[in-house]
T-cell receptor, first 112, second 113 residues
Framework: QQQVKQSPQSLIVQKGGIPIINCAYE??????FPWYQQFPGKGPALLIA?????SEKKEGRFTISFNKSAKQFSLHIMDSQPGDSATYFC???????????FGKGTKLTVNP | NAGVTQTPKFHILKIGQSMTLQCTQD?????MYWYRQDPGMGLKLIYY???????DKGEVPNGYNVSRSTTEDFPLRLELAAPSQTSVYFC????????????FGPGTRLTVT
């Protein structure tokens, strides 16, 4: 059973567009939601993370929106650039656990 | 600091052979993890360790073994390799438990044929 459902699987936007990647979860014990960014041939790297006590967190051009009642969270990339082309993974952690649960990933392509 | 290093970068293994994937971190992190990444499937946790001498199973441990004799090293052993173990393997480390950033190595691309 997939604990974190991520969509879409792939996404193509033009430079300057605002790609949105969505994730949904069922386990209400999750209390930490990071996003990781992975460039081809590299390991993932933490991009931004949020706790459920806030509805939005912004770091530079990257914003997480969190809807606790709907059990959904999403990543928005403002003014997207070709250098943002990468695979993005959402993840979730249950309090007291050491195990991050990852979504299946979204391959983002930003065309010049 | 080199961060998390993994060797080898690539390897081709025959069915039934065994091998060890090496992982070393120089950040003095307590927590270390092994993941496998298959196309379109995200990252699946194989094993993790919360300190030297302490390891535990993740979501997909079958066919793998780990040990953690030092803080720095966390090798992953594949016994009797099967084609289903063809994957990209990532090692990661974090200072403490899951709320802390996990730092990933560059990965090992393994083909079992």
């Amino acid at each position: 059973q997939q604990q974190v459902k991520q969509s879409p699987q792939s996404l193509i936007v033009q430079k300057g567009g605002i790609p949105i990647i969505n994730c949904a979860y069922e386990n209400t014990a999750f209390d930490y939601f990071p996003w990781y960014q992975q460039f081809p041939g590299k390991g993932p790297a933490l991009l931004i993370a949020i706790r459920p006590d806030v509805s939005e967190k912004k770091e530079g051009r990257f914003t997480i929106s969190f809807n606790k009642s709907a059990k959904q969270f999403s990543l928005h990339i403002m003014d997207s650039q070709p250098g943002d082309s990468a695979t993005y993974f959402c993840a979730a952690l249950q309090g007291g656990s050491e195990k991050l649960v990852f979504g299946k990933g979204t391959k983002l392509t930003v065309n010049p | 600091n080199a961060g998390v290093t993994q060797t080898p970068k690539f390897h081709i293994l025959k069915i039934g052979q065994s091998m060890t994937l090496q992982c070393t971190q120089d950040m003095n992190h307590n927590y270390m993890y092994w993941y496998r990444q298959d196309p379109g499937m995200g990252l699946k946790l194989i094993y993790y360790s919360v300190g030297a001498g302490i390891t535990d199973k993740g979501e997909v441990p079958n066919g793998y073994n780990v040990s953690r004799s030092t803080t720095e090293d966390f090798p992953l052993r594949l016994e009797l390799a099967a084609p289903s173990q063809t994957s990209v393997y990532f090692c990661a480390s974090s200072y403490e438990t899951g709320y802390y950033e996990q730092y990933f190595g560059p990965g090992t691309r393994l083909t079992v044929t």
